[in-house]
Every structure is written in C-alpha cells, then in structure tokens.
C-alpha cells in the first residue's frame, strides 16, 4: 500500500493542536504516560492496521463468512489481525493499569481506532463490541460475573455482543418478547429470537459472551420492563474456562450489501429450553445498562463513519492528482492533459469530502475529550457539566458523521467517474461498508427524535447551556483574520438558532410539538451544521495558530492552508444550506405531518 491510512500530520493536528490532548497528562489518572508514549501507541495502532488489517479488506468483502450448518468459517487474515490486535494490548487500552491495561486517554484510543476504521472497518467491528461488552459488564455487573467475563475478553480469549434487535422489533425494544426464567439457583432460562446481532458467531476467540435484552415473567410493560442478561456461547467450568456449550444456535447469517466480513447473526435462545443467562446488576434496569454500551457505539459508528469517509476522500484525491484527463479551459487539443484534479468541479468535490470527514473527525475526537473530562477532572461540577454536554452531543455525533460519511463516498465514486462504480477500485466498498452506519445503534431518525424531543431539555437545558458556554469562549480566542471573517459568518445563524430555541420552548406548551417531532431532522440539520462549523473553526483556529508561529515546512503550511480553506468551504457552502430548515420549523410546517396514509 503506497497510500498511507490516514496523512501523516492530521492525527498530530486533530489530538494535539485542536484538542490539547498533552494536558491531560497533567491528570492523575493519565500521569504516567508521556507524549512519546502517545506516539509510541499510534505508530503500533498504524503499523498493525497497515499490515494486518488493510491487506485483507477487499478479500473479506469478497470471500464473505459462510455457515455450514455446524460452523461459521471466514478468511485466516481476519484471525491474524485480531490476534495480533489483541497481542499488542489494544482491547485493554482504557483499562486500568491494575486490570492489565494501559490506561490510555479515549482520545488517543480513538486515534488509534482511526487506523484500523480506515484499513477494515469490518474485522475491526470484533474488537470494538468486545470492549464494548466487557465495559458495561465491568460497571454494573455482580464481581462474580466481572472476575469471569471481563479479565479473558480484555485479551481476547472471549469476544462480546449487544443482542437488542428482535424479528418484530427493530428500534421498538419495549416490544422485545425474549424472556428469562429464574431458575432458582441464581441463574435464569433465556429464550427467544434476535437479529442482525454483529459478530454473534465466528471461530475468532474461544467463547462469545452476548449481552440479551429480555424480560422477566414479572416485568412492567414497556421499556420498564426490560433486563439484561449475560449469556455466553459456552458456560464455564469452575475454573473459569468454557466448558458445556449453552443452548444458543446460529439461526443463519445475513447477507449485507457492505461490512461483509463482520457476521451478522440470527441467533436463537433456548431453543432446547436450557440456556442458561446471568442476571446484570438489578431486574428490570436493563435498557438503562445497556444504554453505556448503545452510547459508545454511537460515538464509535460516528468515528467509524467519519474515517470510512475519510479513507474514500484520500483514494479519491489520490486517483484525481495521478488520473490525467482534459486540458485547462481555452488550450487547444495539442496541450497536455492535466490531472483531474485541476479541474474545478473536481475541486469541489474534494474540498466536500474534506470538509466532512475532517470535520467529522474533529466532531469525533471532540467528544472523545469530553469522555476523557467525564473520567478525570477533578472538580465534581465540572464532570457533571462535561457529562450534559456529551449526553446532548451524543446523537449528533452518531448522525452528522454517519449521514455525511456516505455523502463523502458518494462523491469519492464521482470523482472516480467509471472506475469508481467498478469493483477493481476501492471506493464503492466504502460506500457500501458506510451506508450501514445511518442506520444501526438507532437510525439517524431516531437520533434527531433524540435530540430535540429529549437531550436538548434534560436538566433544565444544562447541556445547550454549557455548549453555548464553550462555543463562546472559543470565539472569544479566536484573533486571526480567517477565523474572525469566518465567525462572523456564523453569528447570523447563532442569533436565528437562539430565536428558533424560543419558539420551541413555547411550543413544548402546545400542541405544535408533535409536529416539531415529525420535523426533527430539521433541527438535527440546523443543530449538527452549528456544532460542525464549530469543529471548524476550532480546526482553523488551530491552522492559523500554527501558520502564525512559522510552519516547520512547506508541507505544513500546505496542510494549514488546507485547513483554512476546507473551513471557509463548509461555512460559506454548506452551512447556508439550513436555512431551508430553519424556515420551516419556525413556519411550523405540517406537510409531513398532516400526510395521510391512504395518500400515498
């Protein structure tokens, strides 16, 4: 591979320019690492990515998983890059130094992650639910269950799932009709159906532990009702070890038009009315626990989106500076051709898929701080200010990413023109493997629904509160010319959003919210475009800075440079775009809303 995943001096610009990821080793938590440390840990996370995992990517896509009634059998390159995934210590890289970890900050676990997104998104799905899993085991599990699941799944000897989706439910899961029997000796009986459940067989590791949403026989209705349950592919003996196979059956797999090489399973529990499961935590508080795991995966589809994006934008730029065609305007036909990438359509396209993912990144690794703050300020106020902020920036992170993540890759098979739609050229694998990402951990639909109908309103609004806080101070800092001609821009769609926030406010009085809610990817748009053209002038903020002081070289003001242009870009381009939606939510526009059924 002659490309590298991701440009040498964006991750250095996105953790330690934009997010001062270096002070926080000024924390206790974090003391004993260092900056070489850091860049020790992301040179692995590359050099892993590189050779183990981008090397089988388009043969994983190819040569899909396939049962054959008795087993699951995939590629040997995917067990190679796991294990030596695992080898290096990256499934325990949050945990603490006393559980055998390397306790890492989650922004450089993110970077990290970022390489192996970019190289393949699909065995790189394995990893990512296991420390999932062993984290929500590890916070509200009994320390019986925590002292035999969560030590051999930080090494990977067991692997981990959600298992929320059921046949008749997909996001509906106070519909969920999976049930567990308490046996009378501490253990309950599962039984019942799930699907679409990633990674929920495969030979990668010597046990699979599923976390189930089930119901006990004396649940509340509703999503009250709902408990989590730990429910292994094999019990374990008294050693620990996995011993008599549990009775959960691989129903079949599902074909998926990208992201092939992560199983997606039909699982079936008790059908031989012996599977056994262990009760996590308290009866009845499942959604709640299983909301961690739900949480971090929206912030690891958005990042995963982000960089699947991202790798489309980089082959895409690539093609465009090698791939000779057309000649400037008015040069007669006895001119050379010129790289498409001259061309200013193609142009762009480019500064499109630029403007996306590196601002979808920012957005991503943003939030990966406030993750870091929740863990490790040491002012109690302060968590909890950090903790409102991420819980409402936490739909948008999943949607805006994963929404134009896949406009990016659009655009990577445009500029490509013919060769883009072909399977010899990379980028229609990204568009496939990203187009998942609008949809699963809660479609994009349900995120917005999320934000307006409750984060935005939770403690009294203190999440908006402390956003609007820190956006201001940002641009209190912001001296140079670029960022202070783009912050103006900007200002005029702050004060719209302040008078929107007004009428909504009212309207929770009315009966006009059911319409904002049928509307709510308005405000999604309005408010992720907001945050996004933050995340960009944070980025310029950090560009100007550094051109400012002197760039090391010219490659670095070229990069800066690129920085400032692809912020313009997105506030001069795309930002205006919301104006549309800002006009019918104060409208309170009812065509959808009053749509009937019949008329379709």
């Known amino acids: ?46 050099k892993i990515a590189t050779e183990h995992f981008a090397t089988h990517n388009h043969k994983a896509d190819q040569q899909e998983p396939t049962f054959d009634g008795q087993s699951v059998s995939m590629i040997p390159e995917v067990k190679a890059a796991f294990d030596a995934y695992c080898e290096a210590g990256f499934l325990a890289g949050r945990a603490d130094f006393d559980a055998g970890g390397m306790q ?20 790189a799905g394995y990893p990512f639910l296991t420390v999932a899993a062993a984290n929500v085991i590890q916070t509200f ?23 929320l989706t059921e046949p008749h439910a997909g996001s509906s899961l106070a519909d969920i009709r999976t049930r567990a029997v308490p046996a009378g000796d501490g253990t309950y009986r599962v039984k019942g159906s799930k699907l679409y459940i990633s990674a929920g067989e495969h030979e990668l590791s010597d046990n699979i532990v599923h976390l189930v949403l089930a119901k006990l ?12 349950f730990v429910v292994p592919k094999f019990r ?89 065609q057309g000649r400037p305007t008015g040069a007669g036909p006895d001119t050379p051709a010129v790289p498409i990438i001259e061309h200013g359509d193609v142009k762009r396209m480019l500064l499109a898929q630029k403007a996306y993912t590196e601002g979808a990144m920012a957005l991503c690794f943003y939030a990966a701080r406030l993750v870091d703050d929740v863990h490790s300020l040491p002012d109690s106020e302060e968590r909890e200010q950090t903790r409102e902020l991420l819980d ?75 956003l609007q806080q820190r956006l201001q101070q940002d641009l209190a800092q912001m001296k140079g010319e670029v960022c202070q001609n783009l912050s103006a821009q900007v200002a005029p769609y702050l004060q719209q959003f302040a008078e929107l ?8 009085r009315t009966s006009a919210l059911p319409v904002h809610l049928t509307n709510a990817q308005c405000f999604m748009n309005i408010f992720s475009s907001l945050v996004v053209s933050w995340m960009w002038l944070r980025q310029a903020h950090g560009a100007e800075r550094r051109l400012a002081q002197g760039a090391d070289s010219e490659q670095h003001a070229d990069f800066y440079q690129g ?5 313009a870009y997105y506030i001069e381009w795309e930002l205006p775009l919301v104006s549309r939606d800002f006009a019918l939510l104060q409208q309170t526009n009812t065509t959808c809303h009053n749509m009937k059924t019949d008329w379709f």
């Not at 026989?217 to 989590?228: E, M, Q």
């Not at 971090?296 to 895409?316: D, N, T």
């Not at 007004?502 to 309207?507: E, M, N, R, S, V």
């Open 1 to 46: 591979m002659t490309e590298p995943l991701i440009a040498p001096l964006e991750l250095p610009f996105q953790l330690f320019d934009v997010q001062d990821t270096e002070t926080l080793l000024q924390r206790q938590r974090f003391s004993e690492h260092s900056r070489e440390t850091l860049d020790a840990v992301l040179d692995t996370a590359e």
């Open 104 to 123: 890492l900050p989650e922004t450089i676990m993110t970077a990290c992650s970022g390489y192996f997104m970019a190289a393949n998104p699909s065995t």
């Open 141 to 163: 599990a009994s320390e019986t269950l925590q002292q035999r699941f969560v030590p051999p799944m930080l090494t990977g000897r067991f692997t981990g799932t959600m298992a």
């Open 217 to 228: 026989p004396d649940a509340p209705s509703g999503v009250k009702g709902i408990s989590l």
């Open 236 to 324: 374990l003996d008294a050693q620990g070890e996995p011993a008599e196979r549990n009775d959960v059956a691989l129903a079949g797999l599902i074909h998926k038009l990208g992201y092939r090489g992560t199983t997606s399973t039909a699982l079936s529990f008790g059908d031989n009315d012996d599977c056994h499961g262990y009760l996590v935590g308290e009866p009845h508080q499942g959604l709640r626990y299983m909301f961690q795991m739900m949480n971090e995966a929206r912030l690891g589809v958005g990042f995963g989106a982000a960089m699947i994006g991202y790798r489309g934008y980089r082959l895409s730029l690539a093609y465009a500076k090698d791939r000779l």
């Open 392 to 466: 409402l920036l936490t739909p948008v992170v999943k949607a805006w990413p994963s929404e134009f993540g896949v406009k990016a890759n659009d655009l990577a098979i445009q500029v490509l023109g013919g060769a883009g739609y072909t399977r010899e050229y990379p980028v229609e694998q990204c568009w496939r493997d990203n187009r998942l990402n609008p949809i699963h951990e809660g479609t994009n639909g349900i995120q917005a629904l999320d934000l307006l109908g409750r984060k935005l309103w939770q403690a009294n609004g203190a999440g908006l509160q402390v």
């Open 501 to 508: 926030m007004t009428t909504l406010q009212k309207d929770l």
């Open 563 to 567: 920085k400032l242009q692809a912020a």
